[in-house]
Structures are given as structure tokens and as C-alpha cells.
């Protein structure tokens, strides 16, 4: 499945922003979908999670309550709205697909191209 993430862009601290990611090939409802992201001199890491049928969600402490990760299995589409933005959450995000539930890199076998988010203070 190729994956392709887009909505980034430059935000003042409080406000917000949807990334949408489109999935193409594979049948996209077989897969998890995941959104990671990656700060300047850190490690990515696991923002959102949500299951095949949309019935749960497992997101990071840093984003709980301020960020929703959505799907629709019928436009391959999966979605983050992020709100209350701050500072700390500036990095290039990934959506990611893969086989189970769960926050480890490693379990996602499909990653999309990134897209930046810039929250200024």
C-alpha cells in the first residue's frame, strides 16, 4: 500500500490543523493506520492509532484530548485533527499502515512521505 500525507503547514500556538493521508493499492481497510512524528533531533515517535473499523483509538499522553485520528474505508483516507496546538508538537508527521494495534514502529510495515507542521509561539 503507498500512503501520502498532506495538510502541514505553519500554525500559531492554539490553533489547528487537519493532516489527511490517502492510501492507494491494497485493500485499506486490512490495515491499522497510525500517525507517527519526528521533531528536529529526535526520535519519531507514536502520536495516534486507529483500528481497521474505526472502533478504537489509542493515542499518546503528549496529544490525549487534543488530538483525533479518524478514518473512512471508503475514500482510503485517514485523518488527524489536531487542536490546541503547541510549540512542542512542530515536527514532520507520518501516517503509517499496519497489522495490529500498537505504538511500537516496528509494527507498521507502510509509511508515507511526511508532511511538516510548524507551530509558532
Known amino acids: 500500500v503507498q500512503l501520502q500525507a498532506s495538510g502541514g503547514g505553519l500554525v500559531h500556538a492554539g490553533g489547528s490543523l487537519r493532516l489527511s493521508c490517502v492510501a492507494s493499492g491494497r485493500t485499506f481497510s486490512a490495515y491499522v493506520m497510525a500517525w507517527f512524528r519526528q521533531a528536529p533531533g529526535k526520535e519519531r515517535e507514536f502520536v495516534a492509532a486507529?483500528?481497521?473499523?474505526?472502533?478504537?483509538?489509542v493515542y499518546a499522553d503528549s496529544v490525549k484530548g487534543r488530538f483525533t485520528i479518524s478514518r473512512d474505508n471508503v475514500q482510503n483516507m485517514v485523518y488527524l485533527q489536531m487542536s490546541s496546538l503547541k510549540p512542542e508538537d512542530t515536527a514532520v508527521y507520518y501516517c503509517?499502515?499496519?497489522?495490529?494495534?500498537?505504538?511500537?514502529?516496528?509494527?507498521?510495515?507502510?509509511w508515507g512521505q511526511g508532511t511538516q507542521v510548524t507551530v509558532s509561539s
Open positions: 503509517a499502515a499496519g497489522g495490529g494495534l500498537a505504538s511500537r514502529e516496528s509494527n507498521y510495515a507502510y
Open positions: 486507529i483500528s481497521r473499523g474505526a472502533t478504537t483509538t
